[in-house]
């Protein structure tokens, strides 16, 4: 679980870079991970009540094998549109 937490963070952190824009396609970015079993990461823009044109909710969900049972770990955050971007 721990290596899935640092994961998802390291992706979490590679979108914080991405343009306020970036974010609308977020599932067509691709990440490649082999630090656990059949890995997979995805990262999606999620609908909240929240939500506004400056404001947006990202899901990073790392899904993996272990001891043949699938497992899952999912880190969310919210991204505010800074001024002037």
Known sequence: MV???NDAQYVMEDIRSLPFSGLD???NYNWTFVNLNNE???AAKANCGQCSSILK???VTVSWNERQ???S???STLIV???GS
């Open 3 to 5: 290596i899935a937490a």
């Open 25 to 27: 396609n977020i599932e």
């Open 40 to 42: 997979a990461i995805t």
């Open 57 to 59: 909710q990202i899901d």
């Open 69 to 71: 049972r699938q497992r």
């Open 73 to 75: 770990f999912q880190l």
């Open 81 to 83: 549109r800074q001024s």
